[in-house]
């Protein structure tokens, strides 16, 4: 079961991935040709970079929350091993 931490690395992983791949593949720039809307092919760069950079920092942030946890959990666990 995912949980809310869980999730935000999965849903900045999915981000990275789609992103990363429009950015450094032409599939969108095909894709905008195909549909007649050239003129929005110059400000891609604008919108596409400062996402990557997005998801990329919420994969990050995520992992963290998840590793963080984890060594909560683990001190816990040993604490009430202890006891």
Known sequence: MLTMKNKISLYGGIGTAVTAVCCFTPILVIGLTGLGTVAVISYLDY?????????????????????????????????????
């Open 47 to 83: 919108v596409l970079l400062p996402m990557l950079a997005f998801f990329v920092v919420l994969t990050a942030y995520g992992i963290y929350r998840n590793q963080k946890d984890k060594q909560i959990c683990e001190n816990i666990e040993s604490t009430k091993a202890e006891l």
